[in-house]
């Protein structure tokens, strides 16, 4: 692990050679964009070294900036890329090729055989993710009512047949990517051949389809798989880029923000407007500057803070909450504000993985809510892929239990842990984020959601009529949490978690 | 009576080639089921199979209604 203190007087990049760490001048790339960024510093160390970079965007201090990885993978929510920007840090360069040592390689070696197992048999049966990517999904949130349109002013998209995965497979997809030795290869590297959108990137995937696609109200799927690449390349979340341009969208239609403002016209649906911002939110020209900002705060500026929809200042993901309850709860809870990727009951809600929740409903959900929240803070402390891992290390009961991941963490390490355990240290992991964010100044006042959500009822599909029922959910979420009514830990949960009481 | 089956991503294949993205419109008798709609198509229905009418979580056996679209898909190998 790397911490980075302070700031760099000039821009800089660490290099990482197995055990030689070392800082150089990345004044040559600054101001480059990521795949360029990347080629020039595996030139300069190692052909097989592997990159994590900031684009113009980070470099900007644009808040939706992202840490890009080996080019198209992005680490992107929050504005981490900024964070890396503030501190003249461009880039992290790593080669190594000694592994830790296993505990128990030879049994570590079984486990993993018999899970690949698993998942080949899953495959072989057709798996949706492999065949479309991530890209499949939009066919599934539209059937249900939840697939954010117009920036949430619809929950279902009358093109959805032009943007989704069979749309991407038949047009623009070369191959599938997949990640180090993954059997499922959801990766989508696609080329855009000609016309004014030709390109050759990674993309687009769900959660991008659902903010710069449907979000915007964009069907142009040639635009859309440019606008991903634009946003790879400038280094930038494609949820948070395309759902502020979603909500500046709104606000012009509703003539809050006037063309000359802009400086040019901002409809639903206008492509090329779309791709004109995102080129001017990374360089933070014009009104691009506002949009830099994310959709909270230039809501705000231009005086209608209730077209923003994010959670502490977040913009939301794919999946309308208003049609799904438990992710309200989910949204309105997490650690890093709007994320899905902090507790995704939609795997239950939506996908039925690995029962079927009724999304529709707020019974059960703060349970549901709670565990997921740590078994995901578990996940993404073992460093597994959540496609993988909740399917194939827990067990298959409606609250997910980590058998399998605590007997791989125990061959790992040789710990011995029980599942209990591994699963108290994630709530640990989660309490302790829980108080840095109340130290910070974004305490549970923020457990809520935006006006939309709690005030206007979904207008169409399934879900119509439906706003989310925050307040059903939140106060028996805080008891089950060991917090007391107003939000904050108690002082027995803190004590028997191992937190210091401050 | 008519109603419309609509299938996602590798369920699709199940379907005849009358259909259009994915959807199609059949006749069923009165009485017929979600279950009974789903099951003429050959789909390997398994404990990874959703199935939703008119976007909505229901028993397997409630009895369709004209124009309702019975909804299938396979969240198999991930999420």
Redo the contacts between chains.
Sequence with gaps: MYIFEGKASEPVYLWVNEDQVEVRSAAHVWGKEVPETTDILKVETHPEARVACIGPAGENLALMAAIMNDKNRAAARSGVGAVMGSKNLKAVVAMGNKNPPLFNPDAMRDISVDTSKNVGVDIKKGSNLRIYGTAYVPQVTNTLGILPTRNFLQGTFEHADKVDGVALKEQYLIKNVPCYRCPISCGRLTEVPDGPYKGKGEGPEYETISSLGTGCGVSNLAALTKANYLCNEYGMDTITTGMTIAAAMEMYEKGYISEDVIGMPLRFGDHDAMIAMIHKMARREGFGNDLAEGSYRLCEKYGHPEIAVTARKQEFPGYDPRGSQGMGLLYATSNKGASHMEGDVAYEEVFGVPVKENPLTTEGKPELVKHFEDSFALIDSSGLCVFLAIRYVFSKERMVWPVRLADMMNLTTGAGYTPEEVLKAAERVYNLERMFLIKAGSGPEHDTLPHRMLHEPLPDGPAKGKVVELDKMLPEFYKLRGWDEKGYPTKEKLEELGLPVS | MMIHI?M???Y??HLPPASK??MIEIEVPDGTTVHDAISRFGI?L?????I?L????VDMNTPLQEGDVV?A???????
């Design positions: 609509k996602i991503g590798n699709r294949d993205n994915g390997p398994d404990d990874s199979s959703v939703v008119n976007g909505l979580t909804t898909f396979s969240a198999i190998a991930g999420g």
